[in-house]
């Protein structure tokens, strides 16, 4: 009896071993298929992009207006509206693969035109590299909204990135600038207003000017030994008590 319950046991084991390696087997197997499927997707991205940056360019090149020949919906890339006849640049407009729909965001000239579309996808994308060669600045996207398919030169992702530290740079700059300079009408201002031109002196600044253009957190220099601040003199003697003294 002993004997039947451990095989029981010793067989209870092994298949909750099985069970447990074919789960991770199927997990695997899961990640794998999801990770071709969104490489497939990034490649349907890259030609449905390219087949629109392509159909703008065309259109920007049909037309006589050459102040705003760029469209101003997707729609005129099906059918010109420009032209009496029946002009088409684009079969369709394909769906974005990564959210599955006709929503892509455009991209907009200063009059207002549609000069490229990209991704409303947030997802960082698999692919690093090998890009053609138009596109060759995507394998520094964040996401998929930054594969831009433009028909105009825009600054390439690295300059865009660097522009973006470069201002956020300048902002916390001008934010110290203002937590440091000293409110209008303040006690400082006020005092430094009244100080004669000699104590105003940048070398020698008042007290209360001092406070305030110094940072928060740095101690300033203290006087320098035998200086004038430092320097304790007695009461003057009076000329006439030395005489008397003296006689």
Do not use: C, H
Request: aromatic share 6%; charged share 20%.
């Amino acid at each position: 009896m002993s004997s039947r319950s451990a095989q029981r046991g010793v067989s209870y084991l092994a298949l909750l071993l099985a069970v447990a390696i074919t789960s991770g087997a199927l997990a695997a197997g899961a990640t794998l298929w999801s990770q071709v499927q969104r490489r497939e997707r990034e490649t349907q991205l890259l030609w449905a992009g390219d087949q629109i940056r392509r159909a703008i360019v065309a259109y920007s090149q049909s037309g006589a207006d050459r102040v705003s020949p760029y469209p101003q919906t997707l729609q005129d890339l099906l059918l010109d509206p420009r032209s009496p006849a029946r002009r088409r640049f684009l079969r369709q407009i394909y769906d974005d693969p990564m959210t599955r729909g006709t929503d892509w965001g455009l991209i907009r000239n200063p009059q207002g035109r549609i000069v490229g579309v990209y991704s409303r996808s947030d997802a960082r994308p698999l692919k690093k590299g090998r890009f053609p060669a138009p596109y060759d600045d995507f394998e520094l996207a964040a996401s998929y909204a930054d594969w831009r398919f433009t028909a105009i030169l825009e600054p390439r992702i690295e300059d865009r990135l660097r522009a973006a530290g470069a201002s956020a740079a300048d902002r916390a700059a001008s934010a110290v600038a203002g937590n440091l300079a000293p409110a209008p009408g303040s006690g400082a201002s006020a005092a430094s207003a009244a100080a004669p031109a000699s104590a105003r002196n940048p070398i020698a600044a008042p007290v209360g000017a001092e406070s305030a253009s110094t940072p928060a957190g740095v101690v300033p220099p203290s006087p320098r030994q035998g200086s004038v601040d430092d320097t304790t003199e007695g009461p003057a003697e009076d000329p006439g008590e030395a005489d008397r003294n003296g006689n």
